[in-house]
């Protein structure tokens, strides 16, 4: 049975079905504001969070990776600090918009494409990253069965999300945060619609999202060994976990 990252939200779509092209409607449309209102929502923390992130989880030169959901590239840019180029980073997102933005900031390959079916080949990346987009597929069972697929064994995957705190004051803080002023800050700023509606959106996905048992089950079923969830802040959630056998770089 397919599993789904949360229930079907019927405000913004008729059936689970119609969610792909509900989502990628919203990031097109959204997509130039991205960058701005992510940077001030999260206080200007996002490169230097992602950056270290990646160098903590161990990605290095010569490693390949693929960037799944890579949106406008706010992994890939710090991936390529790292690995010194952007020559063996691959970038692959469904939303031609968001792709466009992320063309104009690194030379690497770029794929339009879907999490759940990769249109790469198998065994192929040392590393795989996917940043704050989860919430997004269709199938967590399927996405995790091809992360399994094209990584090679040895090969590394990090998963970075955002988690509803269990605590009751930061829970609400984080309600209130995520669900009022966030999305109110982000039409007042941008002055577009399309951007509030993203930044809602984003809180309802975060809200009813699977708890993070479900993600490190599904990952272990999926075939994926040394599954682990990292929490910083007691905000951000970093799954980890590896494709069994020898590591090649
Ligand atoms: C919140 S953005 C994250 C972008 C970037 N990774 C970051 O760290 O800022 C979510 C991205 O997921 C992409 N996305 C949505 N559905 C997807 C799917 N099924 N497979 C891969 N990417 C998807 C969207 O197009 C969007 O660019």
Same mark, same amino acid.
């Given at each position: 049975?397919?599993?789904?990252?949360?229930?079907?939200?019927?405000?913004?779509?008729?059936?689970?079905?119609?969610?792909?092209?509900?989502?990628?409607?919203?990031?097109?449309?959204?997509?130039?504001?991205?960058?701005?209102?992510?940077?001030?929502?999260?206080? &200007?923390?996002?490169?230097?969070?992602?950056?270290?992130?990646?160098?903590?989880? /161990?990605?290095?030169?010569?490693?390949?990776?693929?960037?799944?959901?890579?949106?406008?590239?706010?992994?890939?840019?710090? =991936?390529?600090?790292?690995?010194?180029?952007?020559?063996?980073?691959?970038?692959?997102?469904?939303?031609?918009?968001?792709?466009?933005?992320?063309? !104009?900031?690194?030379?690497?390959?770029?794929?339009?494409?879907?999490?759940? &079916?990769?249109?790469?080949?198998?065994?192929?990346?040392?590393?795989?990253?996917? /940043?704050?987009?989860?919430?997004?597929?269709? !199938?967590?069972?399927?996405?995790?069965?091809?992360?399994?697929?094209?990584?090679?064994?040895?090969?590394?995957?990090?998963?970075?999300?955002?988690?509803?705190?269990?605590?009751?004051? !930061?829970?609400?803080?984080?309600?209130?945060?995520?669900?009022?002023?966030?999305?109110?800050?982000?039409?007042?700023?941008?002055?577009?619609?399309?951007?509030?509606?993203?930044?809602?959106?984003?809180?309802?996905?975060?809200?009813?999202?699977?708890?993070?048992? !479900?993600?490190?089950?599904?990952?272990?079923?999926?075939?994926?060994? &040394?599954?682990?969830?990292?929490?910083?802040?007691?905000?951000?959630?970093?799954?980890?976990?590896?494709?069994?056998?020898? =590591?090649?770089?």
């Amino acid at each position: 049975m397919t599993m789904l990252p949360h229930p079907t939200l019927t405000e913004h779509y008729g059936t689970a079905e119609e969610k792909p092209e509900f989502v990628n409607r919203l990031f097109d449309r959204a997509a130039r504001h991205y960058d701005a209102v992510v940077g001030w929502g999260f206080l &200007q923390s996002g490169a230097s969070y992602r950056r270290w992130a990646l160098k903590e989880h /161990g990605l290095r030169p010569p490693h390949h990776l693929l960037d799944v959901a890579c949106g406008t590239g706010l992994v890939a840019v710090e =991936a390529a600090t790292i690995l010194g180029t952007a020559e063996n980073i691959t970038c692959l997102d469904p939303s031609e918009g968001m792709l466009e933005v992320a063309r !104009s900031k690194l030379a690497a390959h770029f794929i339009l494409g879907r999490a759940e &079916q990769l249109p790469l080949p198998d065994n192929s990346f040392d590393f795989l990253t996917m /940043g704050y987009a989860l919430r997004h597929v269709t !199938s967590l069972d399927r996405t995790f069965h091809e992360y399994h697929r094209v990584l090679k064994p040895g090969g590394k995957l990090l998963i970075l999300e955002i988690t509803k705190p269990i605590g009751r004051v !930061s829970g609400l803080f984080f309600r209130l945060y995520f669900r009022r002023i966030y999305p109110f800050l982000t039409l007042l700023f941008t002055r577009s619609h399309d951007a509030r509606n993203m930044m809602r959106y984003y809180w309802e996905t975060m809200d009813t999202c699977v708890r993070p048992d !479900s993600v490190l089950k599904a990952l272990s079923d999926a075939g994926l060994t &040394q599954v682990k969830r990292n929490i910083v802040l007691g905000l951000f959630s970093e799954y980890t976990a590896i494709k069994a056998g020898l =590591a090649t770089a």
